[in-house]
């Protein structure tokens, strides 16, 4: 089937530097592809929307300015998570519908944020 | 407001025993549902995906079963081995929409 990979798959930072996570489809082309953000016992949660050659969507209470998201390729979208503080320590997990298959979605394995 | 509800919210059985997972759905209209496994520290793999006319997917020891006018879904787990243990997540995914709406998961656990 088809894969996402993430790197990288777990960062330790201090407070107040930016942290960015990268987020690849393996085998196919992906337009379109998401970001969320899970802390612990929760579920997933849609953060934004990154599109190919365009700006990202974000979902509402999600700061723009502080998770910058890049979709520089049909392969390769990157969240930076800027000034990073200890709030944002979480699980950021990135997805991808392959092709034009809007409704079919593969995950990354996931990128641990830890900030102390 | 599309939403989705799991049962139990987590579960706790032997190595051998089943056990059978619960999803509820307001989502409309409605697409598909998937149910995803989610180990601890990994993201979600896919375990299967159901259209409006199916009533029944199994994938090894998973079974999951559609009830499209009660939107209610359920996956069963047959024999369980400890490696089952892990967070099933239920998605359904409206027509026309790529965003699809989350439960929060049943947390398993096998013991031996």
């Known amino acids: 089937g088809a894969v996402v990979s993430q790197h990288p798959s777990w960062v330790i930072c201090k407070s107040g530097t930016s942290v960015k996570i990268e987020c690849r489809s393996l085998d196919f082309q992906a337009t379109t592809m998401f970001w969320y953000r899970q802390f612990p016992k929760q579920s997933l949660m849609l953060m934004a929307t990154?599109?190919?050659?365009?700006?990202?969507?974000?979902e509402q209470g999600v700061e723009k300015d502080k998770f910058l998201i890049n979709h520089a390729s049909l392969t390769l979208s990157t969240l930076t998570v800027t000034s990073a503080h200890p709030e944002d320590s979480s699980f950021y997990i990135c997805?991808?519908?392959?092709?034009?298959?809007?409704?079919?979605?593969?995950f990354g394995p996931g990128t641990r944020l830890l900030v102390l | 407001k599309n939403q989705v509800e799991q049962s139990p919210q987590s579960l706790i059985i032997l190595e051998g025993k089943n056990c059978t997972l619960q999803?509820?759905?307001?989502?409309?209209?409605?697409?598909?549902l998937r149910w995803y496994k989610q180990d601890t520290g990994r993201g979600p793999v896919s375990l299967t995906i159901?259209?409006?006319?199916?009533n029944t997917k199994s994938n090894g020891r998973y079974t999951a079963t559609l009830d499209a006018d009660t939107k209610q879904s359920s996956l069963h787990i047959t024999a369980s081995q400890l490696s089952d243990s892990a967070s099933y997540i239920c998605?359904?995914?409206?027509?026309?929409?790529?965003?699809?709406?989350f439960g929060r998961g049943t947390s398993l656990i096998v013991h031996p």
């Open positions: 990154s599109n190919e050659g365009s700006k990202a969507t974000y």
């Open positions: 998605v359904v995914s409206a027509g026309g929409s790529y965003i699809p709406t």
């Open positions: 159901m259209t409006f006319s199916e």
């Open positions: 997805s991808a519908p392959p092709g034009t298959r809007q409704e079919t979605q593969y």
């Open positions: 999803c509820n759905y307001t989502v409309s209209p409605f697409s598909n």
